[in-house]
C-alpha cells in the first residue's frame, strides 16, 4: 500500500512561484509521478508527469514552459515546480502515483492519490 501526502500549496501573486512536493510512503519503484488539478466546478485534470527513471516527462498544454516535475527515488518524492503563475492556476493539486505508462493523462488509472493542497493565485 502506498500512502501519497502534497506539501507546499499556499498563496502567491500571478507571477510568482510555489514549489509542491508529494512524500510517498511505501512501494513506488517502476511508478509514474504525476500532478493533477481540481478547480472549484471543473473536473480534475492532469498537469503532469515523470516516469520511474525520469526520462520522460509530460505536462498539460496550459502548463508546459512554466512548471517543472522532478522526482527522486531515493527519498521517494517527487516536486512540481510552479513559475510564472496565474490566476487560473488555482485549484486544489493532487499528486498520484500508479503503473500507468502510457495512460498517464487519465486519472482513473492512478492507484495511489494523496489529500490535495490549494494553490490560489491572486491577480
Known amino acids: 500500500q502506498v500512502q501519497l501526502a502534497e506539501s507546499g500549496g499556499g498563496l502567491v501573486q500571478a507571477g510568482g512561484s510555489l514549489r509542491l512536493s508529494c512524500a510517498a510512503s511505501?512501494?513506488?519503484?517502476?511508478?509514474?509521478a504525476s500532478w493533477f488539478r481540481q478547480a472549484p466546478g471543473k473536473e480534475r485534470e492532469f498537469v503532469a508527469a515523470?516516469?520511474?527513471?525520469?526520462?520522460?516527462?509530460y505536462y498539460g498544454d496550459s502548463v508546459k514552459g512554466r512548471f517543472t516535475i522532478s522526482r527522486d527515488n531515493g527519498e521517494n518524492t517527487w516536486a512540481l515546480q510552479m513559475n510564472s503563475l496565474k490566476p487560473e492556476d488555482t485549484a486544489v493539486y493532487y499528486c498520484?502515483?500508479?503503473?500507468?505508462?502510457?495512460?498517464?493523462?487519465?486519472?482513473?488509472?492512478?492507484?495511489?492519490w494523496g489529500q490535495g493542497t490549494q494553490v490560489t493565485v491572486s491577480s
Open positions: 498520484a502515483a500508479g503503473l500507468v505508462n502510457s495512460a498517464y493523462v487519465r486519472r482513473g488509472e492512478y492507484d495511489y
Open positions: 511505501g512501494r513506488t519503484f517502476n511508478m509514474y
Open positions: 515523470i516516469s520511474w527513471s525520469s526520462s520522460r516527462a
